[in-house]
C-alpha cells in the first residue's frame, strides 16, 4: 500500500495546480489536502475527525507557510517535537522568500524549502518532480511503511 502524500495549503488556486502537477506525474499515491494547519496535526495525530483514519504516516508532507488557525512553521515544530512524526519528511511549499522564513525552517528541521514558482508550466513541473522524488525515490528511514519493492 502506498502511503499517501499530505498537501496543507489553503490557497484554493495553489491546491488546484498542486493536485493538477501530481496527477500529471502519475504518481500512484493518494493526496490528502487539508486547509489549515490545526487540521493538518489532528491529521497527523489522529485527533478529532481524524481519529479513525487508519494507521500510518504521509509519505511526505508539503506545508504552505502561511496557513490559517496553526501557521506552517508552528506544524512543522509540532511534526518535529512529536516522536512518532518526526522522521516524516517535511517540505516548505511557498510563495515566502523571506530569509527569517527560510532560516526559521531550517532550524525546525525542514527537509526542503521550497519557492513556489509563478510561472504554470514551472510550477507544475516543480511540485511533479517534488512528488516523485519524496514518494517513490526517496528510502524512508527504517521502520516506515512503504510500498513493497522486489529485492532482486
Same mark, same amino acid.
Given at each position: ?5 499530505? *498537501? ?16 500529471? %506525474? ?13 487540521? !493538518? ?36 515544530? !509540532? ?15 511557498? %510563495?515566502?522568500?523571506?530569509? !527569517? ?24 513541473? %516543480? ?9 517513490? *525515490? ?15
Amino acid at each position: 500500500m502506498l502511503k499517501p502524500i499530505l *498537501l496543507v495549503e489553503d490557497d484554493l488556486r495553489d491546491q488546484e495546480l498542486t493536485l493538477l502537477a501530481l496527477e500529471r %506525474s502519475q504518481l500512484a499515491n493518494d493526496v490528502v489536502v487539508m486547509r489549515d494547519g490545526a487540521a !493538518a496535526l489532528d491529521y497527523l495525530r489522529r485527533e478529532g475527525e481524524h481519529a479513525s483514519r487508519q494507521e500510518g504516516n504521509p509519505a511526505v508532507i508539503l506545508l504552505d507557510l502561511k496557513l490559517p488557525k496553526v501557521n506552517g512553521l508552528e506544524v512543522l515544530e !509540532a511534526v518535529r517535537n512529536t516522536p512518532a512524526l518526526r522522521s516524516v519528511p517535511v517540505v516548505m511549499l511557498t %510563495s515566502s522568500q523571506e530569509e !527569517a522564513d527560510l532560516l526559521r525552517s531550517y532550524e525546525l528541521g525542514v527537509n526542503a524549502y521550497v519557492v513556489k514558482p509563478v510561472e504554470f508550466k514551472q510550477f507544475v513541473s %516543480s511540485i511533479a518532480e517534488l512528488g516523485m522524488f519524496w514518494a517513490v *525515490l526517496n528510502e524512508p528511514p527504517p521502520g516506515s511503511l512503504r510500498a513493497s519493492r522486489r529485492h532482486d
